[in-house]
C-alpha cells in the first residue's frame, strides 16, 4: 500500500532557529513529491521535486529529494512566527489509468514562540 | 483572481440530512478532486474529475456522489450524513494529473467545516 510518513508530527521552536521537517515514502510508480504549508486554510503550493539531489529553495525555505532513500527533507532557516503552520508532504503515483493522484502524510505542525 | 472557492465555509448538519458543498474554480483546470482532512490521517481523496462528464472514484468515496456538468464546477453531495462525516473538505483543482503533469501542483480552496451531529 502506497505510504506517506512525516516527521515529527509536531515541533516547537523559537524565532531565529532552523528546523528540518523530514517526509519518508513508499510508492509504486513515483512521479513526484510536492510540499504545501497550511496555516489557517487552505493548503499554498510550496515546492515540487521530482529528481534527486536537485535544491529547490524560496528565501529562507529549501528542500531536497533522495530517490534512492525515499525522503525529502524541507529546511527552514531563522524562523519566524509567520512560519507556524502545518507542513504537508504529499507524493504523486498513478492511481487509475493516467491519472495520477496525490498521497498525502499526516502532516507536521510547527509553532515558532517569539 | 478568485482561484477555486467553496461554499459554505461551515455547515452543521444533523444525521440523515443531505446537502451539497459547493466547488468552482476560474483557472480552466482539468482536474478537480475533493479531499477530507482528519487530524492524525492527513488529506483523504474522496472524488475526482478529469474533465466535464468524467468522474471517478477516490479512496474514501462511501456516502458522497459527485458530477461534472462543467469544467468550472465539481459539486460533491452527502446523501444521508452520518458524525463520520464530520470533518474539513477541501476541493482541489489543477491542469491535469496525467503522466506529463510534473508542473501542475494542485490549488486548493479554502474549505468547508462540516459537523453531522
Known amino acids: 500500500e502506497d505510504k506517506v510518513v512525516q516527521s515529527p508530527l509536531s515541533l516547537v521552536v523559537h524565532e531565529g532557529d532552523t528546523v528540518t521537517l523530514n517526509c519518508s515514502y513508499e510508492?509504486?510508480?513515483?512521479?513526484?513529491l510536492l510540499w504545501y504549508k497550511q496555516e489557517k486554510k487552505a493548503p499554498t503550493f510550496l515546492f515540487m521535486l521530482?529528481?534527486?539531489?536537485i535544491e529547490k529553495k524560496s528565501g529562507r525555505l529549501s528542500s531536497i529529494l533522495d530517490k534512492k532513500e525515499l525522503f525529502s527533507i524541507l529546511n527552514i532557516t531563522a524562523t519566524q512566527t509567520g512560519d507556524s503552520a502545518i507542513y504537508l508532504c504529499?507524493?504523486?503515483?498513478?492511481?487509475?489509468?493516467?491519472?495520477?493522484?496525490?498521497?498525502f502524510g499526516q502532516g507536521t505542525t510547527l509553532q515558532v514562540k517569539p | 483572481n478568485a482561484g477555486v472557492t467553496q461554499t459554505p465555509k461551515f455547515q452543521v448538519l444533523k444525521t440523515g440530512q443531505s446537502m451539497t458543498l459547493q466547488c468552482a474554480q476560474d483557472?480552466?483546470?482539468?482536474?478537480m478532486s475533493w479531499y477530507r482532512q482528519d487530524p492524525g490521517m492527513g488529506l483523504r481523496l474522496i472524488h475526482y474529475?478529469?474533465?466535464?462528464?468524467?468522474?471517478d472514484q477516490g479512496e474514501v468515496p462511501n456516502g458522497y456522489n459527485v458530477s461534472r456538468s462543467t469544467t468550472e464546477d465539481f459539486p460533491l453531495r452527502l446523501l444521508s450524513a452520518a458524525p463520520s462525516q464530520t470533518s474539513v473538505y477541501f476541493c482541489?483543482?489543477?491542469?491535469?494529473?496525467?503522466?506529463?503533469?510534473?508542473?501542475?501542483?494542485?490549488?486548493f480552496g479554502n474549505g468547508t467545516r462540516l459537523t453531522v451531529t
Open positions: 482541489a483543482s489543477s491542469y491535469s494529473r496525467g503522466r506529463g503533469s510534473y508542473n501542475s501542483p494542485l490549488h
Open positions: 510508492v509504486t510508480n513515483f512521479r513526484s
Open positions: 521530482t529528481s534527486s539531489g
Open positions: 504529499a507524493v504523486e503515483a498513478p492511481y487509475s489509468g493516467n491519472t495520477g493522484k496525490l498521497i
Open positions: 483557472m480552466n483546470h482539468e482536474y
Open positions: 474529475s478529469v474533465g466535464a462528464g468524467i468522474t
